[in-house]
């Protein structure tokens, strides 16, 4: 039987006990048979001559039988009753009275009835024993698909309302705690004092029901889905509440590691800066034009150290906050790379470039393009060795530009490659110069609003290769 129709069989409420073992229709058919019957095999045995009592005791014994598997108990006692008279009249001297003049006839006609009376008795318990198991059974498939139906769907409560309303054919079912509706379905919207009837569910959890008074067989069957009700009601609060939890623990997380981060990353360039200027201002100590030049240096390095670090604060809020404008144009690798360096000043002439002048035109922001290689450079340098400075290539793979960042640095195990992506997580960190751990988190952000990918690879020889796919524009 399929879903849909086993539905639809519950829902006409053929699952019930019903009173008789037998439908009526059958029990009238049964009795139609006696009627019937029972005249046609007396006349079809006066028929044939010299017909004898044994032969005509199994023929009648067959129509109980059949009546029996037709009509139940009531019919088949009928046909017993009907059966043993005929029998008497026409088949038992003295023919034609209701006299029994030989024992064995007696016998014959007793082990008849009893044997018509067994037969019918075992036929009805028989009935009766198939529709209480089809009952157990239908009941067993209802109680599972409640319980199923919890697990199940984004909001198992109002899927639990509405099967209980399509199973008993109500007009509309509600789910009430102290007197206040939480969940309901169809119409009208129910309150206590409407309702045709009431199950209790748990607690102060009550079930209402509109359209008509339970019956006694459904009531147990409604007290199931009244308790996985309640269930359902616990399960979608506690999701809510996580649901509520978890941004405000993810919020608290992201507020500690940036309080953390920032509270010694911005205070180091900041210090740096302010003790060079209180140096060059101070009227205790002569500096040369060489010491003079170094301070200012120094004071305009920790300073740009500032400044990329507000602007990456400023542009993760932005990514976050889904604020970011991106304005994507044609632009070519060979001027967005030497700008990028051009402002890492010093550190950006290590950087070997091997971008291909045919290289194809790639759809990007150019300005966050350039934050982004300025990154994942910065990065780069942070952790190559002197004799072996970072990379930067550019090829063509199909419909994209792919930049590649290259340094032979210590690298970064494959397993925690998905972690630098993570804001203020710098893996591996223990000095007092790196940076507050947004450099990767923002480029791949800033990567993926221009339609693009960053993704990390192992160096062959050693280190990390960050490699930059954008898409490329049709020639």
């Known amino acids: 039987m399929a879903g849909g129709e086993f539905w639809e069989w519950i829902g006409r409420g053929a699952w019930r006990t019903p009173t008789p073992a037998l439908s009526r ?8 048979v006696v009627m019937l019957g029972l005249p046609s095999l007396t006349a079809i045995l006066l028929a044939v001559p010299e017909q004898q009592l044994v032969t005509a005791i199994l023929l009648f014994l067959v ?25 008497n009249w026409y088949f ?22 009893l044997v018509a009376v067994a037969v019918s008795w075992v036929v009805d318990v028989a009935a009766r024993t198939t529709r209480q198991a089809a009952q157990a059974s239908a009941e067993a498939r209802t109680l599972a698909t409640v319980a199923g139906s919890v697990l199940r769907g984004e909001r198992p409560l109002m899927a639990l309302l509405s099967q209980l309303r399509e199973t008993f054919v109500l007009e509309s079912v509600a789910l009430c705690e102290g007197g206040e509706t939480v969940a309901a379905v169809g119409r009208p919207v129910l ?34 889905f009244a308790a996985q009700a309640a269930v359902a009601l616990r399960q979608e609060r506690l999701a809510a509440e996580a649901a509520t939890a978890k941004p ?24 740096s800066a302010k003790a060079a200027v209180a140096s060059l201002r101070s009227s205790e100590v002569e500096f040369d034009d060489d010491d003079r030049a170094e301070l200012l240096a120094t004071a305009d390095e920790s300073l740009d150290k500032l400044g990329r670090l507000v602007a990456n604060l400023l542009d993760m809020s932005r990514l976050q906050a889904g604020a970011l404008g991106v304005v994507p144009i044609e632009v070519g690798a060979e001027e967005v790379v030497p700008q990028a360096l ?25 300005g966050l393009l350039e934050r ?21 290539t550019g090829s063509a793979r199909g419909d994209t530009v792919e930049l590649r960042v290259i ?18 997580q710098r893996l591996g960190d223990r000095d007092n110069h790196t940076g507050v751990g947004l450099g990767l988190a923002l480029s791949r952000g800033l990567t993926e609003a221009m339609g693009g990918t960053l993704t990390p690879d192992e160096t062959p020889g050693g280190g990390l290769t960050m490699i930059i796919s954008l898409p490329a524009v049709a020639s």
Do not use: C
């Not at 971008?355 to 922001?365: K, T």
């Not at 290689?373 to 970072?390: E, F, G, I, W």
């Open 248 to 271: 405000l623990a993810e919020a608290n997380k992201l507020r500690t590691a940036l309080l953390a981060a920032v509270s010694h990353d911005l205070r180091t360039p900041l210090a």
């Open 407 to 424: 340094d032979h640095g210590p690298g970064i195990p494959a397993d925690r490659w998905d972690d630098v992506f993570l804001p203020f």
């Open 63 to 87: 129509v109980v039988v059949g009546v029996a598997l037709i009509g139940g108990l009531w019919p088949a006692l009928l046909a017993a009753v009907g059966g043993s008279l005929l029998l």
């Open 342 to 366: 051009d402002d890492l000043g010093v550190e950006g002439r290590a950087v070997t470039v091997r971008v291909p002048d045919d290289l194809p035109l790639l759809r990007a922001d150019p």
């Open 191 to 224: 309150r206590p004092e409407l309702a045709d009837d009431t199950v209790k569910a748990d607690g102060d959890l009550v079930i209402l029901l509109k359209g008509h008074p339970l019956a006694a067989a459904d009531r147990r069957i409604v007290e199931a």
């Open 92 to 113: 038992i001297p003295p023919y034609g009275r209701f006299l029994i003049a030989q024992e064995q006839n007696l016998l014959a006609l007793a082990i008849f009835v």
């Open 25 to 32: 229709r059958r029990r009238a058919a049964g009795f139609l």
């Open 372 to 392: 982004v290689l300025v990154n994942l450079v910065a990065n780069a340098l942070r952790y190559s060795p002197p004799d072996a400075p970072p990379m930067i």
